[in-house]
């Protein structure tokens, strides 16, 4: 398929086949798993060739890929993880995209990356538990200086935070998260790009642009086309879909993308052929399985915003009209998604007396599973921050964060009910 031909499809077409011809797998509907460690040269010149390939880069003439018409070792690449890159690309309308073995992997590839010791980075907050503590622990013990950005839809409060990480090192890199994890905060992408421009007027470079995609996913928000320059996603959570896999992705320009294939060389982060393969499989159904989890959590969230013993509900279809979050999430979001968090009146003691009623529903972390999932951050996701910082970032004893799936809505709010009862 051409490119001109993909770039007409819709990302629920592009989900289902895209990046695989069944003419390279003896005519299979289905992509093979391909699990093999090493590839056999056809000569001696051929392994050359490839290794030349591979790491000087192809020359004029050569086909497309890194290498020539093959691979070479797993590490380095293998069918069924060009087949996944050559998906999300599309779905995320970037050039090219590096698949990993966990989204952390993914997170921390861009970090290693595009900071140095003396830079400077601004990530937004509440942002993932696991990007927290990169940043906070291995990046900062690395030299990098990190600086916290509260409210991503304010220019001011942007601009702030972009100065004040200038006035310890070259501001190298914005890492976002929106809708974040798990207030759903939203940050405006176009304003950080915004303020990126200014950035390189004052310094030798422009600070790149990494927007974390997971809680709405390539359906339902790119990043890229606002601004960004990478579009991560935990690939675990709604592209895998079913809880039972590990992987993760990074979307952007060629150039940006070499760099985190060859740290990931390096490190041997890359994801695995079987997952790939799971991967693929799951994408085919990500269309449908996105619209009847945003359907019934539309159902559940306007369920809680009716009971008086619960506080706050974060679903994003319930921002203000007329706050700047509703103004930007109108113009960046195609959907509200699935994953929302709650607010009980009460704290740690109501939230754990609602979670014990769980019958249906699991009490697990992660999310964007086919199952419903809820947990309480504050002890379980986000127990890594201190509890003054969970609060500046709206994570109270008493919030619940929860991740809507598949099952039927009237299932689903009675079993909020049978919690609320016992709150």
Not at 41 to 56: E, G, I, N, V
Not at 344 to 353: K, T
Request: charged share 20%; proline share 5%; glycine share 8%.
């Amino acid at each position: 398929m051409s490119d001109s031909a993909s770039r007409a499809l819709h990302p629920a077409t592009l989900a289902v086949g895209h990046g695989y011809d069944p003419a390279s797998a003896w005519g299979a509907a289905k992509p093979p798993i391909v699990l093999t460690s090493t590839f056999v040269y056809p000569s001696a010149q051929a392994a050359k060739d490839f290794h030349r390939a591979f790491f000087d880069g192809a020359t004029e003439g050569e086909k497309g890929g890194p290498i020539p018409d093959g691979f070479i070792y797993a590490r380095l690449g293998h069918p069924n993880l060009t087949m996944v890159e050559a998906r999300m690309a599309a779905l995320d309308q970037a050039e090219d995209t590096a698949g990993f073995n966990s989204g952390m992997a993914a997170i921390s590839s861009v970090a290693l990356a595009n900071l140095k010791p003396g830079d400077s980075v601004v990530h937004s907050r509440p942002i993932y538990s696991g990007t927290d503590n990169l940043l906070s622990t291995l990046m900062t013990r690395l030299g990098v200086h990190v600086e916290v950005l509260l409210d991503g839809c304010n220019p001011l409060a942007v601009r702030t935070a972009a100065r004040a990480a200038q006035e310890r090192g070259p501001l190298a890199l914005f890492m976002l998260e929106t809708p974040a994890n798990p207030t759903a905060a939203m940050v405006d992408i176009a304003l950080a790009r915004t303020v990126a421009e200014e950035v390189a007027g004052q310094q030798d470079q422009r600070p790149l642009i990494s927007v974390d995609n997971t809680f709405l996913g390539p359906l339902l928000q790119a990043p890229l086309a606002h601004g960004a320059d990478l579009s991560v996603t935990a690939l675990t959570k709604y592209c895998g879909g079913h809880s039972d896999l590990l992987a993760g992705s990074v979307s952007g320009s060629v150039e940006h993308i070499a760099k985190l294939k060859s740290l990931r060389t390096i490190v041997g982060s890359h994801m695995d052929p079987f997952t790939a393969w799971l991967l693929l499989r799951s994408l085919e159904s990500l269309d449908v399985r996105t619209t009847r989890a945003c359907a019934n959590a539309q159902a559940v969230a306007e369920y809680l915003a009716r009971d008086p013993k619960v506080a706050e509900v974060t679903w994003l279809g319930f921002l203000p009209e007329g706050s700047a979050s509703r103004a930007v999430y109108e113009r960046q979001c195609a959907g509200a998604g699935s994953t929302f968090s709650f607010t009980l009146r009460g704290g740690e003691a109501e939230a754990f007396r609602f979670l014990d009623q769980m019958r249906l529903l699991k009490v697990a972390v992660s999310l964007g599973g086919s199952e419903t999932l809820i947990c309480h951050p504050a002890t379980t996701t986000h127990y890594s921050i201190p509890r003054a910082l969970q609060a500046a970032a709206g994570i109270g004893e008493g919030t619940l964060r929860l991740s809507v799936g598949l099952e039927h809505p009237d299932d689903l709010i009675a079993e909020m009910a049978r919690g609320l009862a016992a709150v």
